[in-house]
């Protein structure tokens, strides 16, 4: 079926995007898959290219336009490129509206030019060694103290974690009030007892840094609380994971088409028996399967896409394209992987990778288990 999300100016800005991955980062991921991080000036070559902060003010130095459809292009070209290292995802879908929707003109002034530009990396710690998917159960503590907070604690699991200059950090402020004591707190590279710990090594997104973090007594400025009082860090966390999560079904749903592609081509060339794969019903029954349910999922993150842009994308909504989604690129892949025979686990060949790489797709943003949770929670029981 035609697909018709896009206008013909994303059409244009995924050829800037293409062009960008094909000179920048293409050439050079390999290495950075051996390193363990992405160079902080790729970061900066793409804010050059207009590829971060699209909802950032125009007088702030981004594009000024509330349209999730350029994420969505973004997120698509660098799955279908294998990219995974690149963090831009966390850094536009995740962190844009923590920095634009909840800064005061202040804050704004401080941080919004330097997001826009690639100079200013982000990250956001929520997860901690005892809380992952229950936000509720988080132990690092900010405790007021006059003009600033005095944070303690750790987190781990943290996106961009050796790279950021700009940590929105959960916390409670009051210990004792549950949901309503945790407030989100930006801490900035060089303060003092801010550490960074290991960069994990991981199952797959080698280049993507990905870091403990460790706060001894940092004094943080109450002007880096993210709005006008304590307490209201949940809601706002509540508010932007819809989000968050329809980013990641978004890269899903590209990631399980572009090795299903893959895997079409090979099947017309590899040959089994004195014949192409292709030509086994089992290899064509699997594949209409594949392609099936892939389509109807792009049609479904689709329509969520258009529902962000006006305002109309639930929590449920939004946990039904995540788990879904990321469920069905584990499938797709491992299957295709079948397909390719011992080649599949040749770290040479794209769908090896794609499948260390997706693993963690039904973990983080909340797992599959929390989403059908939240879904099953809505019919009232």
């Not at 895997?263 to 089994?272: F, S, V």
């Not at 770290?347 to 929390?370: C, F, H, K, N």
Request: proline content about 3%; overall charge negative.
């Amino acid at each position: 079926m035609q697909r018709d999300l896009f206008d013909e100016e994303h059409l244009l800005f995924r050829e800037t995007v293409r062009e960008f991955m094909a000179r920048e980062v293409v050439p050079h991921h390999g290495q950075w898959e051996k390193d363990g991080i992405v160079p902080r000036e790729v970061w900066k070559k793409a804010g050059e290219l207009g590829m971060f902060g699209f909802s950032v003010p125009e007088e702030y130095g981004g594009a000024g336009i509330t349209d999730f459809r350029y994420n969505a292009v973004i997120l698509e070209e660098i799955m279908r490129h294998g990219a995974t290292g690149l963090g831009f995802s966390l850094h536009n879908d995740v962190m844009a509206p923590y920095l634009v929707d909840l800064t005061d003109d202040e804050q704004k002034q401080r941080w919004l030019p330097g997001f826009a530009a690639g100079e200013l990396i982000t990250a956001i710690a929520m997860s901690e060694p005892g809380a992952g998917s229950d936000l509720q159960g988080i132990r690092t503590t900010a405790l007021p103290k006059g003009d600033h907070y005095l944070v303690n604690g750790q987190k781990t699991f943290i996106t961009n974690g050796v790279n950021a200059d700009l940590v929105v950090v959960v916390a409670k402020t009051d210990p004792t009030a549950g949901a309503r004591g945790t407030t989100l707190l930006v801490v900035e590279r060089g303060m003092e007892g801010f550490s960074r710990g290991r960069n994990l090594e991981k199952v797959g997104m080698k280049a993507q840094d990905t870091a403990e973090l460790f706060f001894e007594n940092v004094r943080v400025p109450t002007a880096n609380r993210l709005g006008p009082r304590d307490g209201e860090g949940f809601a706002q966390l509540m508010n932007n994971l819809p989000q968050e999560r329809l980013s990641i079904a978004v890269a899903a749903v590209a990631a399980a088409e572009t090795v299903l592609e893959q895997t079409i081509e090979y099947c017309k060339t590899r040959q089994a028996f004195g014949r192409n794969l292709g030509s086994f019903q089992n290899t064509r029954f699997v594949l209409a399967e594949l392609a099936t349910e892939t389509e109807i999922a792009r049609h479904y993150v689709d329509k969520c896409v258009r529902a962000l842009n006006a305002r109309e994308l639930t929590a449920v909504d939004a946990a039904k394209a995540k788990w879904w989604t990321t469920e069905l690129q584990t499938k797709v892949i491992d299957r295709c992987l079948q397909l390719h025979g011992g080649y599949g686990y040749m770290m040479e060949y794209p769908v090896a990778r794609a499948w260390l790489d997706s693993r963690v797709q039904t973990i983080y943003g909340g797992t599959t288990e929390i989403m059908k949770e939240i879904i099953g929670r809505s019919f009232g029981f």
